[in-house]
């Protein structure tokens, strides 16, 4: 062993031999460690302990700590690098990155399959992969070494998160030699496509970080949690800073490149033995399929194992496996004719459902909620669905005591499907909405115009605490950190009835509140676990820093434009597209205050009902008052509406999907508005016009169906300008 101590007699006196002995050391670490990586990530067959491992590490970390002018980019010790900068850089791709087409069950696989062999005109034969549910990544190695990693993107151009990918383990920072195959040109510049993703044990270990930072913040406030591995991969990978990327456990899968060629691969099954080979991890449950039949059975054992794996998928790919019938079968604008991606159905899971409960909203509608036994679905246990209103209770004709059939929608929301008749117990007695408000016992009544049950009393501590919560909301006045907790102890006290006497308050008042904070059972013994759940209750005050943050908060929101005060107050109806329409029409709340019905509904989107609710709110004497004293507060009650556009958008709605290059969706939804357009997120026969980026999925051929026009970017961008929609074909 040589001296890694830099400033010691030796090294200063006999630097050069020292030095040279080093180097030399330092290869063997590096190459050591890199086969040690290959072994564990790429075929999973470790031979050394983690322990063992962490120590070569160590000694090369010291080693490069002594002799800093050894290091080498691609050393194993150098994967964490510094902060990004404020943005990522744009960067094109060498080759498309395409998406896929879907098959939405076996019968579309079928037609798939059918389809292909008839434009070949031969069986074929197909490799078979999991589709991960992460985020697609393509890596560009230059003379084997990582030069690049982009995001997808468009498709076209994706955006530079090396910095981000070079913290990933398991994603080789220089390629090995390919054994069994030609890979003379890979050592010029190659690009290697897959997927990042985060494991659910990382996921799950998140999550709970998050929660726990959170309830640190002691006001009450719900955590900012990933909905699922797939967010948390990207977002993860989107950090301006590496260390954080790196403190996320994320992992790959890759499974192709743009130009297999490269490599002397005859097709994908080939192909993913020479990326194992030459460093990648590639998924081991794969297939190779010489029948039909063998593809079915791939897809219908993957749903059955699905929840087995330690990582999320949400389908199956099939690819054809030759280069040459790829090459022959070619690609339409979106996607390879030469693979189709199997989605699985959604996941469908039975509970018992132990009560219906009812909660008070903002606006006195009661809604029901469904609350069942705990049940894992598509990847998180869910125990609570809302039920939206009796009439859907009715229609599914679901009864306390019934065992439900329980799914996610879009894979995220839990929504009960129905309930299975033959378990029914016989003495399940169909659900009622209650006479009495649950929260204030004054009378419901039934809305004459809508589906909707209602309790009407104007001092329904339910719905103070609900109108209070939605006007410092992420939409409305923005008051990060007035958490539910907080508010509820600010009523208590007696120091808030409405929203205006949030301005009212001083720090010392905010200190002195009681709040609490949540230890997660997680980090606590079994027993404690046992006895309190999910987390344990530990009173504080709020304290001076928390209180005066607050407090800053709170007269930061005075700043807020009209058209958010409008839908903060919470009136019937006025959801935060109306609030703007309504602010845009008339400038200040003493207009809107005058309008009359007519005036209200020649605002195109205004309708009669909405009409009736505002001139309804302003007829009601604690309304006008709680105006005054938010005049009095200072805060935002007009807006100058002097350089509006005209509104010759108005009257149609758009819907955005895909990605467009040169807006993000809200610049371009925002651009629309000024015109009077409406933006919605899905697609009906109501929809005017469907504005189709690159990728663009479900969307687009939804709108086809309906026969609702498509506009591409381009005309897009012409409607920007002018506000008129260009004659389309
Ligand atoms: P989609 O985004 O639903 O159109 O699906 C296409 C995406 O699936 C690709 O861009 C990849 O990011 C992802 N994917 C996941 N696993 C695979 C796989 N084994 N082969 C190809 N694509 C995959």
Known sequence: MFNTDADSETSTTNGSGDCAAAAQRAQILRDEIDRHSYLYYALDEPVISDAAFDSLMQELRDLERAFPNLIVPESPTQRVGGYIGATFESVEHAEKMYSLDNAMDLAELDAWLKRTRQTIGQPLTYTCELKIDGTSIALTYEDGLLARAATRGSGITGEDVTANVRTIRDVPLRLRQSVS??????????????????????????????????????????????????????????????????????????????????????????????????????????????????????????????????????????????????????????????????????????????????????????????????????????????????????????????????????????????????????????????????????????????????????????????????????????????????????????????????????????????????????????????????????????????????????????????????????????????????????SSIDDLRQASEEQLTSVEGVGPVIARTIIEFFQTSDNIELIEELRQAGLQLEQDNSGRKPQTLAGLTFVLTGTLEKYSRDQAEALLKQYGARASGSVSAKTSYVVAGDNAGSKLTKARELGVPTLDEVQLDAIIASGEVPQIS
């Open 181 to 586: 195959h030609d890979d003379a040109t890979y050592r010029e510049r190659i690009e290697i496509r897959g997927e990042v993703y985060m494991p659910k044990s990382s996921f799950d270990r998140l999550n709970a970080q998050i929660e726990m930072e959170s309830a640190k913040k002691a006001d009450g406030s719900q955590p900012r949690l990933f909905a699922n591995p797939r967010n948390a991969a990207s977002g993860s990978l989107r950090q301006k800073d590496p260390r954080i990327t790196a403190s996320r456990d994320l992992a790959t899968f890759m499974y192709a490149l743009a130009n297999p060629s490269d490599t002397g691969t005859a097709g994908q099954w080939q192909l993913l033995e020479w990326l194992r080979q030459v460093g990648f991890h590639v998924n081991p449950n794969i297939a190779y399929c010489s029948t039909e039949q063998e593809v079915r059975t791939f897809c219908e054992q993957a749903i059955s194992t699905r929840n087995d794996l330690p990582y999320d998928i949400d389908g199956v790919v099939v690819k054809v496996d030759s280069f040459a019938l790829q090459r022959q079968l070619g690609y339409t604008a979106k996607a390879p004719r030469w693979a189709i991606a199997y989605k699985f159905p959604p996941e469908e899971k039975t509970s018992v459902l132990r009560s219906i409960v009812v909660q008070v909203g903002r606006t006195g509608v009661l809604t029901p909620v469904a609350e069942f036994d705990p049940v894992l679905v598509a990847g998180s246990t869910v125990a609570r669905a809302t039920l939206h209103n009796l009439d859907e209770v009715r229609r599914k004709d679901v009864r306390v005591g019934d065992t439900v059939v329980v799914r996610k929608a879009g894979d995220v929301i839990p929504e009960i499907v129905g309930h299975i008749e033959a378990l029914r117990p016989l003495d399940a007695d169909e659900w009622q909405m209650p006479k009495k408000c649950p929260s204030c016992g004054s009378v419901v009544f039934k809305d004459f115009d809508s589906v909707a049950y209602r309790c009407v009393s104007a001092e329904c501590p339910a719905q103070r605490l609900e109108r209070l919560e939605h006007w410092v909301s992420r939409s409305a006045m923005d008051i990060d950190g007035l958490g539910p907790r907080i508010i509820e102890n600010l009523v208590e006290a007696g120091l808030v009835r409405d929203v205006a006497d949030f301005y009212a308050l001083t720090i010392e008042q905010l200190s002195s509140l009681e709040t609490g904070q949540l230890k997660y059972a997680r980090q606590m013994g079994p027993q404690r676990r046992e006895e309190i759940g999910d987390y344990e209750q530990v009173p504080e005050l709020v304290g001076d820093l928390v209180a005066s943050k607050l407090y800053d908060q709170i007269q930061v929101s005075k700043r807020q434009p009209y058209s958010r005060v409008l839908f903060g107050l919470g009136i019937r109806n006025v959801g935060k597209t109306v609030a703007e329409l309504i602010a845009n029409n008339f």
